[in-house]
Structure formats: C-alpha cells, structure tokens
C-alpha cells in the first residue's frame, strides 16, 4: 500500500491529524525505563502501545537516535511499529539532501535500511536531489517549505521575482516534484498566514506542521488556515508535549491523555470530522 493511501486510511480509522515525534533525548528518559538494557526502545514501545488508537502517524527523528549511537532502537522502534501497528505510517524526520548520488544513498537509509514509509528531506539541492526520493513511488517525501523555527524567515521569506523562496517549493511540490503524487510540505505550526498561503496555493497536499505544544502553536489557527476541504491534508505532529506528558512510571499513561486531549482539540475544529 503507498504511504498516500495509508496516510488517508490512518487519518480515518482513528478519527486523528494527529502524529506523535518519537524523540527520546536518553538524558530525559523516565527512571523506570533508565536501566532497561535497550532505554530507548523501551521508552517509545510503552509510548505506542499507549497511543496507537490514537495518531495518523508517528515520526522518529533520527538525531535523537544517532546522536546516542542507537540506530539499533531507531530500527527496533520502526519493526515493532509494523509488527504492531501496520496501518500507521512512520515518517522518519532526518531532514536528507545532497547530489543525486549521496541522496539515493539517504533514500536507501530511510526507505531499505528502516522501512520507512516516508523520510523529510531538504529542497536545497533542487530537483536532482529530490528525484533519488521522489522515484519511490510508494514512499512519502515531505519537503521543508516554510519550518517552524524563529530564523526560518531568514532565507525562507526572501523574494525572488515576484514570490518569496517558500512560496516557490509550494508551487514546485503542486507541479514539477509531485510526478508520482508523493510529497507532503512541512509546514510550521508557528507560521499559521503562511500556512494559509500555502493551502491556497496547495490545495490538496499533505503537510506535516510541527510546532504545536512545546513550540507554542495555536491549534485553532491551524486547522482555520491549513485543513483541505474535507477536514483533513495535516499530520500535526507534537513530540515533547507528548512523550514528556508525565515524567513517573506512568509516562505511558500521561502521553495517552496528552495525545487524547490533542486530538480532541484538532477534531473540534475539524470540517466535517467525527469527534
Ligand atoms: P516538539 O517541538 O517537541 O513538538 O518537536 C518538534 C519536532 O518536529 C522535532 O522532531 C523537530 O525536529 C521537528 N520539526 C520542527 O520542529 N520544525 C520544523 O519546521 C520541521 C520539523 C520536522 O521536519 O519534523
């Protein structure tokens, strides 16, 4: 099945937009799970298991994994993801970008090595970077449009021509990159106009907005400017203001109420969404 079609399936078996950042910093892990011999692993199972009803996605950030020298738990987090929950696709956030010959080698990372069933990647590079991502047809690539951090503006909202820089990946992702109906925008939670501006121009693609929760967000903004016309187009991810919802041996149970209240708050803002 393409990451396309589970996405759309995902968003309605669950009834959700939202998605869980799988971000495990090991300094900040729960004591209960400190001592297990895989912490990490241990850390984000409870986490699905607590929350797989729940979400329309999860996204492991792989920094959070090489950084501790865990790419075993990153791989371990995603089989137990397809072994538990095969429905849900798991976008893994490692930002890739480089020549065409670097880039198919990020793709194979993300795609052969972790099963993902999308990767976010960097449009820097232009198209010949994309490609080596876009050819996987049943994959997901979610490109960086406009991002959730204060400097983004910096490069992000220079005009050249008559657009400023994000509203020309917009206009690429509609067109000229989406020959295989693949990619999703990343689109700051943070930035709720531009948000606006890109649904205008994207009426139709997904976008993965980060930045609600700990980044400070508005969901209500959100869903006004960035939901699609049948209430759905956003996999709105919080990865802090979940994982970290209690800090005790019932962390499991805290990011549950977190991403319950999470998705109730996305729903009642929702068109035509069940809630
Ligand atoms: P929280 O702020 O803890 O919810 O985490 C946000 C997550 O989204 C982190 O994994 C970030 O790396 C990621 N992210 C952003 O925060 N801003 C962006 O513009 C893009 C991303 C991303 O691509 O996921």
């Not at 099963?115 to 960086?144: C, H, Q, W």
Request: with cysteine; hydrophobic share 40%; glycine share 8%.
């Amino acid at each position: 099945m393409s990451f396309m079609t589970k996405l759309h399936r995902a968003w309605d078996r669950n009834n959700s937009l939202v998605c869980v950042g799988l971000d495990p910093d090991l300094d900040k892990l729960p004591e209960c799970v400190r001592h297990e011999p895989k912490p990490i692993f241990a850390f984000n199972r409870a986490l699905i298991d607590a929350t797989r009803d729940l979400v329309c996605c999860y996204k492991p950030q792989i920094a959070y994994y090489a950084a501790f020298g865990a790419e075993d738990e990153l791989a371990m987090t995603i089989d137990y993801l397809s072994q538990t929950c095969p429905d849900i696709p798991v976008i893994l956030d490692a930002k890739r970008g480089d020549i065409g010959s670097t880039a198919a080698m990020y793709a194979r990372e993300a795609f052969v090595r972790y099963g993902a069933d999308a990767v976010t990647v960097n449009p820097y590079m232009g198209t010949d970077n994309l490609k080596s991502f876009l050819d996987y047809s049943e994959r997901g690539v979610v490109i960086l449009c406009r991002t959730s951090n204060p400097s983004s503006a910096e490069l992000q909202e220079l005009v050249a021509g008559d657009r400023q820089i994000y509203q020309y990946v917009a206009e690429y992702a509609a067109t000229r990159w989406n020959y295989n109906h693949n990619v999703m925008l990343v689109v700051g939670a943070t930035f709720p106009e531009e948000l606006g501006r890109i649904r205008q121009q994207c009426p139709e693609i997904p976008f993965l907005v980060p930045g609600i929760g700990a980044q400070g967000g508005d969901v209500a903004k959100v869903l006004e400017n960035g939901q699609t016309a049948d209430g759905k187009g956003l996999v709105i991810n919080s990865s802090r203001g979940i994982i970290y919802a209690g800090k005790g041996p019932d962390f499991a149970a805290a990011a549950r109420r977190a991403a319950t209240a999470l998705r109730d708050e996305i729903n009642r803002h929702r068109r035509e969404a069940t809630r």
